[in-house]
T-cell receptor, first 115, second 113 residues
């Protein structure tokens, strides 16, 4: 296992189309996080899972966004009816989630461009 | 809500010299963690150093050290003997009782030969 893997690395889509991104966390990590990073900004939290349960969602996650982690392993983030404002880097991270281990490991991200 | 402020959008340093990146944060929590993450161009974010708020001793990791001032809510990063490979965006981040990381806007550091 070489780390957190995200697919695709780049996605260009037309406004109004649906897109889905995938994240494969480090295998033993039970917590998985999604963040969004726009140009010139730090990452902003979107949501996180403990195993298959989605435990927290940001108000940034509008009803056009949905995330799943069906078997507590990989996760998908879907954006429906994309808008130009959705253009950003979408980062996935994972962690062991124990009380003593708070380090989150990040993937390389999926860069979404909505044209 | 917690906020993290990085007041230096860009900094530069000569190779082998020392540079300090600033970070302040605002929280009402007493137990939390602070982090510095490095994001090289087109590469994934990696953890540089972390500090537990209950520890008074400043964290160090080789050439990287922090100056944690809890009362002032300040958490600066010092990079000693700067190397060309240190060129990157550096993000300060806070984690409290919630699982989410709250990031600052970042400081773009350029190490010049």
């Amino acid at each position: 296992d070489t780390g957190v893997s995200q697919d695709p690395r780049h996605k260009i889509t037309k406004r109004g189309q649906n897109v889905t991104f995938r994240c494969d966390p480090i295998s033993e990590h039970n917590r998985l996080y999604w963040y969004r990073q726009t140009l010139g900004q730090g990452p902003e939290f979107l949501t996180y899972f403990q195993n298959e349960a989605q435990l927290e969602k940001s108000r940034l996650l509008s009803d056009r966004f949905s995330a799943e982690r069906p078997k507590g392993s990989f996760s998908t983030l879907e954006i429906q009816r994309t808008e130009q404002g959705d253009s950003a880097m979408y980062l996935c991270a994972s962690s062991l989630g124990s009380s003593e281990d708070t380090e989150a490991f990040f993937g390389q991200g999926t860069r979404l461009t909505v044209v | 809500a917690q906020t993290v402020t990085q007041s230096q959008p860009e900094m530069s340093v000569q190779e082998a010299e020392t540079v300090t990146l600033s970070c302040t944060y605002d929280t009402s929590e007493n137990n939390y963690y602070l982090f510095w993450y490095k994001q090289p161009p087109s590469r994934q974010m990696i953890l540089v150093i972390r500090q537990e708020a209950y520890k008074q001793q400043n964290a160090t990791e080789n050439r990287f050290s922090v100056n944690f001032q809890k009362a002032a809510k300040s958490f600066s990063l010092k990079i000693s003997d700067s190397q060309l490979g240190d060129t990157a965006m550096y993000f300060c981040a806070f984690k409290g009782g919630s699982e989410k990381l709250v990031f600052g806007k970042g400081t773009k550091l350029t190490v010049n030969p």
